[in-house]
């Protein structure tokens, strides 16, 4: 196996077309990680010319390594059993040569198949809406009271912006919504860079009534598929249904250019019964997404250093006033221990 950057990866890239494979293995999205001081790349099987995009961070004390996205092999997804086969020798080359301490759990946006050995996981579902369905029946498969809340937003005068003149509204919600949750928000500053990096695709809408912002959403997209990134939504909607009229207007928009897929992320299994998390996922089935199951993993190869870092951590959010919340892996696994 090895480690290179996209720049060195050309020939293993060569079969895939930039706009027909995930964000994850473009260059635009490399140039991103780059500029935020990490070191995006992919882990090759060369004898099968098996690719996956990885990113590694060095933090004062780990040096973390995060899977992007799961491996492909001529733009193709492999088979459950090859699929963890790289994975568990990935994880030995990982070890043995990049010195790397962590292998963190990776976005909510795919899963695997299966888990590989010895590492820690939960099972873990995917959102997605096939895009390539025509809009008509994309609209018929919602809820009815979904339909009907859209609807009714867009006669009272509903207006949804696109664009780069929208991020400071978007992050006025984003970031009330990830506060009102307690939970960690991206920073402004990161995602103009994002937005503005040369080549990237994005949707950054936020749907207004009478002026008034209420619903946003931030959606990167190849061809391949488009992914809700991040999300935010006012306290008091006078118009119920503004962010799903605001989410329904962009899956519209990514249709009309040639989008594939819309992932909605993740769902979790067996989620705990009244919490914010079962809200966020009823909220997306009203948009009736297929779920692919599998799992998410994360492995530390470092146990003693990482324990440190993570009460290193815990100790910092505490001053902050950021509440530390479990990944999703820790969370089930306590849940059910």
Known sequence: ?????????????????????????????????????????????????????????????????????????????????????????AMIFISEQLNIDRIQQPLTLYCVRQAPIHSRYCPFGIYSIDLTLPENVIFSRFSESTRRQIRNAFKASAEIKDGASELTAFYDLYHSTMKRQRLWAESLSNLKTFYHTPGMQVICAVGYHCDLPYGAAFIPFTSYAAYYYYGGSAVNLKVPGMMKATLWDCMRVLKRRGVKLFVLGGARIDVVAGSKYENLQFFKERFAPYIEEGFLWKKDLHSLRCQLYDKGVKIKNRLNGIESVPDIIDSYLKNHS
């Open 1 to 89: 196996m090895k480690f290179l950057a996209l720049s060195e990866a050309n020939s293993f890239l060569e079969l895939f077309s930039e706009h027909h494979v995930p964000i994850f293995f473009t260059q635009p999205f490399h140039a991103y990680e780059k500029n935020m001081g990490n070191h995006p790349g992919f882990i090759i099987d060369e004898n099968k010319n098996i690719i996956a995009p990885v990113k590694i961070r060095q933090t004062k004390w780990l040096r973390i390594l995060q899977f992007l996205y799961f491996p492909l092999k001529e733009n193709e997804r492999l088979d459950e059993e090859t699929e963890k086969t790289f994975f568990e020798q």
